[in-house]
């Protein structure tokens, strides 16, 4: 009877491992056909051809586990910061009229957020200071910076490996239930990709479908003029930097908003060491540009008044300065209904399509 009983709890025992053994791999490993749906990224048609990863194909399960981790609070040490805690849809996913944002335990940041769409032609880094190469890069930086979400990328994995529904997740989108940095950034940069602006009033009219005020008008005449042209009517300049169809060159400059003696952030040079890159920040996308204040690297500036007024008579010189910026350093001398113009036109580029899109917001 007793080696009976030995034999019944061996018996017990190894069922009750095979048992154990097979519910962690059906979590862990399903045991099912891994396959993607290829996701179509739709570009409006006034504009270019997006810049797409090779090495990283939108695809649908890609997208929802980048969704998913863009609104997910345990990226962030004390499970109170999430990607879009800073980044919010209605400002274009910049911060709500901050300055700077706050991070963890009230922490402030030291530069203003960036908005978020288009990013597939940003192909010369990410950040005010390009020091991110790919959007996938510049998706893991928050994490790890103590003034945001003040977490190590080690804890987040285990964070998101201990939690069944991302670990299918992860599976769905590159058929590894096992969770990586790697994967968590290719995820983020696969959904942040999809943030397409092109609908404004201003691409409406490029299409077609819309037309311009006189004031709106007189303002993309004023915008697309060069200052210095010859003629008795003199422009804005506006284009140099913001003519492409993302309305920014993607470039860092020096647009004078310091003296040398008065820089406090070295910008790019921060990133590159070199003397020649001091105080260039990278020039934003105007898209959006009237909801997404404050202006600047710091957020010196909180209207659209205050910023025209800085290149009609607030540049100052300093060694690094863009030739262009350099051109209009004397003041332009808008007159008041420039000013208003001006204005009125960049109103134009806000994209309401864009800053209400349903697919973008955070699934409850």
Known sequence: MKNLAKFTLSVLFILSFVLVSCQEDSVTSPKKEFKTTPYNLVIPTNMPPPILPQDNPLTYEGIALGKALFFEKMLSKDGTVSCGSCHNQSNAFTDTDKQFS??????IGDRNSMPIFNMFY??????????????????????????????????VVNKLQSEANYRAMFFNAF??????????????????????????????????????????????????????????????????CHGTA???NHEFMNNGLDSESEFKDLGRAKFTERPTDNAKFKTPSLRN????????????????????????????????????????????????????????????????VFLNNQEYKESK
């Open 175 to 240: 058929g590894d239930s096992t969770v990586s940095s790697l994967n968590i950034s290719l995820a983020m940069e696969q959904f942040m990709l999809t943030f397409v602006s092109g609908n404004s009033k201003f691409d409406k009219v490029e299409r077609g479908e819309a037309v311009f005020n006189e004031s709106e008008l007189r303002g993309k005449i004023l915008f697309n003029t060069e200052f210095e042209n010859g003629n008795s009517i003199k422009g804005a300049d506006c284009f140099h």
């Open 102 to 107: 706050e991070g963890i335990e009230g922490k």
């Open 246 to 248: 993302d309305f920014s």
């Open 289 to 352: 540009v009237a909801v997404s204040g404050p202006y600047m690297h710091d957020g010196r500036f909180k209207t659209l008044e205050e910023v025209i007024e800085h290149y009609n008579s607030g540049i100052k010189e300093s060694p690094t300065l863009d030739v262009n910026i350099h051109g209009i350093k004397d003041g332009m001398n808008l007159t008041e209904q420039d000013k208003q113009d001006l204005i009125a036109f960049l109103k134009t580029l806000t994209d309401e």
């Open 122 to 155: 940003h192909t010369k880094g990410f950040f005010w200071d390009g020091r991110a190469k790919l959007l996938r890069d510049q998706s893991l930086g928050p994490i790890e910076n103590p003034l945001e979400m003040g977490e190590t990328l080690e804890n």
